[in-house]
């Protein structure tokens, strides 16, 4: 019986008409609209919508949470007593790292302050030494122009392919003549101070990973409020004045010797 029906539909085939219902879809089972509201599923961005439809919107996401991650399924006391004491510990520890870095922000942020002072406090100096020097010295590769660029972030590493993969923000200040240049590099708790080619001054950080800074300036806060040090060095000034006088004294004795 089943072979003659079949046999039966081959012979007789079906009508172009009748043949194109197993091909055209319905109009009902017609795929979504490109343009459908897709926030009523939890996905999309939200449309301007009244506070009474948008509650609605946030009960439905609420739901939906709850569903995907099993409320209401009944647990084992053991699993419940287990994820309270995981909670508990995890809680205290989220407490206390949270305190850490609430700390380290504030005493980073009281480093910035000191450091962005202090640099500020010596090219005052550096900049009043530049401008007497420049009454015998200006029209001459000795003459000293002077800028403070305030705080910059910087790549201070780059991979082969000359990407950056660090950077780092220092408060920065520099005296110039044709030949050299006086930098100060404040950044963490110090001030590196260099003496370099006034030709790659520009290079910044990358320049300064061929130079060991001549002078290094150990900042330090305390219950006395700023204090600060130069370290490894026999030279020992007693105030910001002299260790300015001493800085700029060094940075004209190099390009005088270059010059001669």
């Given at each position: 019986?089943?072979?003659?029906?079949?046999?039966?539909?081959?012979k007789?085939?079906?009508?172009?008409?009748?043949?194109?219902?197993?091909?055209?879809?319905?109009?009902?089972?017609?795929?979504?609209?490109?343009?459908?509201?897709?926030?009523?599923?939890?996905h999309?961005?939200?449309?301007?919508?009244?506070?009474?439809?948008q509650?609605?919107?946030n009960?439905?996401?609420?739901?939906?949470?709850?569903?995907?991650s099993?409320?209401?399924v009944d647990?084992?006391?053991?699993?419940?007593?287990?994820?309270?004491?995981?909670?508990?510990?995890?809680?205290?520890?989220i407490?206390?790292r949270?305190?850490?870095?609430?700390?380290?922000?504030?005493?980073?942020s009281?480093?910035?302050?000191?450091?962005?002072y202090?640099?500020?406090?010596?090219?005052?100096?550096l900049?009043?030494?530049?401008?007497?020097?420049?009454?015998?010295?200006?029209?001459?590769?000795?003459?000293?122009?002077?800028s403070?660029?305030?705080?910059?972030t910087?790549?201070?590493?780059?991979?082969?392919?000359?990407?950056?993969?660090?950077?780092?923000?220092?408060?920065?200040?520099?005296?110039?003549?044709?030949?050299?240049?006086?930098?100060?590099?404040?950044?963490?708790?110090?001030?590196?101070?260099?003496?370099?080619p006034?030709?790659?001054?520009?290079?910044m950080?990358?320049?300064?990973?061929?130079y060991?800074?001549?002078?290094?300036?150990?900042?330090?806060?305390?219950?006395?409020?700023?204090?600060?040090?130069?370290?490894?060095?026999?030279?020992?000034?007693?105030?910001?004045?002299?260790?300015?006088?001493?800085?700029?004294?060094?940075?004209?004795?190099?390009?005088?010797?270059?010059?001669?």
């Amino acid at each position: 019986m089943v072979k003659g029906y079949v046999s039966g539909i081959n012979k007789g085939g079906l009508t172009k008409a009748e043949s194109r219902k197993f091909v055209d879809c319905p109009a009902s089972q017609t795929s979504l609209p490109r343009n459908i509201d897709k926030t009523m599923f939890g996905h999309g961005s939200q449309p301007d919508v009244t506070d009474k439809a948008q509650g609605a919107i946030n009960a439905h996401l609420v739901l939906s949470e709850q569903f995907l991650s099993g409320v209401g399924v009944d647990r084992s006391d053991k699993v419940l007593s287990w994820m309270d004491q995981l909670k508990q510990d995890s809680e205290a520890f989220i407490h206390s790292r949270r305190d850490d870095l609430v700390e380290d922000e504030l005493k980073a942020s009281m480093y910035r302050t000191a450091i962005s002072y202090l640099v500020d406090k010596l090219f005052q100096d550096l900049r009043w030494f530049a401008h007497e020097y420049n009454k015998v010295a200006h029209g001459t590769p000795l003459q000293i122009s002077s800028s403070i660029l305030g705080e910059v972030t910087e790549v201070v590493r780059i991979n082969s392919k000359r990407e950056a993969e660090e950077t780092a923000t220092f408060f920065r200040a520099r005296l110039s003549n044709r030949k050299h240049s006086l930098v100060l590099r404040g950044g963490g708790n110090k001030i590196d101070i260099y003496i370099v080619p006034v030709c790659q001054v520009m290079s910044m950080s990358i320049v300064e990973m061929d130079y060991a800074p001549f002078a290094t300036v150990k900042v330090k806060l305390g219950e006395d409020g700023l204090s600060w040090q130069l370290l490894d060095n026999n030279y020992c000034p007693e105030s910001i004045e002299e260790l300015c006088m001493w800085m700029f004294g060094q940075f004209v004795e190099t390009t005088r010797q270059e010059l001669e």
